[in-house]
């Protein structure tokens, strides 16, 4: 009688070592309802046998799958709209443990808008970014939108991550002819954004002065760059011609502000460029705060 071949056996410690995978079928939906292809959505590994896992699935149907291991992921995708005005579409489910199969359908009829300008009406949006920091058991994910018109929308996903584990930030500079605006949020908990509106008054922002004079080197041009003091974030760089004054209306809610000065001499035969910071500035609803460099310390 023939011999009948079998195929080897796995050992019971190779078994061990080979996560479960499960089927992760993604579904996206444009303004209107319909199955899209115009995105872009990353499934990134936060814990589990799949926590070093980084994809971005994409098939033009607006439907597509995966096989990932078990464990515990941040999706987040953006979509591109083409009608109603454009625009960008981030949606976020900074909680999805795959454990069995899973169908997730991203909606973006779900994102609302990202509503933040200053009181100047006929301020320019310049540019603005949203961070998100996610924790989980002690591994961070950090995710990022930047733009540079006034057209993202944002929503949450899915079910509450872990009360405190999702950080995120906001902001957004405009500016006029003389004025720029610094306007940024700050939110912790549970779940993404789903939209953000915020309109300050002139009596809500604060008022930050940078003054470069001719002690901060021979006149010139000069640059000066802005940005708050904590969390992921863009800053602002704008021109000066020294000596001279900028001026900055900043939201007091996103803390402190740090400030880089960098003065250029006039003659190309000058003394090369000096940079000049100041860290930490305090600001207050309403006041007024003056940072000169006429006398700060070189870097």
Known sequence: ?????????????????????????????????????????????????????????????????????RGRYVLDSVLTASGDGGGTDWIVRPRLDLVRDTTVTVDARTAKPVDVRPPARSAALLHAGMFLRITHDGTERFLNQVVDSPTLRVAHLGPAAEPGSVEQWYDAYWGTGSESYALGHTATGSRALTGLTLRPSIRQLATLLVHGGAGAGAPGTATIDLLPSEGPTVGLSRPLATPGTATYLVTPERGTWDVMYTVRPSSPDGPPPTSYRAEGIRVRAGGTTTRSFDGAARL
């Open 1 to 69: 009688m023939a011999a009948v071949g079998l195929a080897p056996a796995r050992s019971a410690v190779a078994a061990a070592r080979t996560p479960d995978t499960y089927s992760l079928t993604i579904t996206h939906l444009d303004r209107a309802g319909r199955p899209t292809g115009a995105y872009t959505t990353t499934v990134t590994g936060l814990a589990g046998p799949g926590a070093e896992e980084s994809v971005q699935p994409h098939d033009p149907s607006g439907t597509v799958t995966v096989r990932l291991p």
